[in-house]
């Protein structure tokens, strides 16, 4: 360190005086490189559970739409079975009319031949 006896003695240790300064612009690049650190780790930490919650949510509905086709298919089921008893259903429904027409017909037929041709 160097003594100066002038007026301003600051002025004289202009080394010692850059050397803190760029010191103190040396600690400041570090602390701001550690904040930098900081945040790029906690994002890293963030989207890594973003991405495991995005996994979960993708399994939870995975497993909803296969529950749902599966609900789609037995309705499918259903639905053809309930096809199959509606035709049955007609088709019984229209042999017992039919039948029904018949019988009808044939008393008609009968009244009549009872009403030219009397037993009497």
Excluded: C
């Amino acid at each position: 360190m160097t003594t100066n006896n002038g007026l301003t003695p600051e002025l004289d240790n202009k080394a010692e005086i850059e050397r803190l300064l760029e010191s103190e612009i040396q600690a400041q690049r570090d602390r701001a490189m550690v904040k930098a650190l900081q945040n790029v780790t906690l994002g890293v930490v963030n989207t890594r559970f973003a991405l495991s919650g995005l996994r979960s949510s993708i399994g939870y509905i995975k497993e909803r739409l296969d529950a749902l086709n599966k609900n789609i298919k037995e309705s499918s089921d259903s639905s053809d079975k309930l096809t199959a008893a509606i035709k049955n259903i007609t088709l019984w429904g229209t042999i017992i009319a039919g039948t029904g027409v018949m019988v009808a017909i044939f008393n008609l037929v009968f009244e009549v031949y009872k009403y030219f041709h009397p037993l009497n």
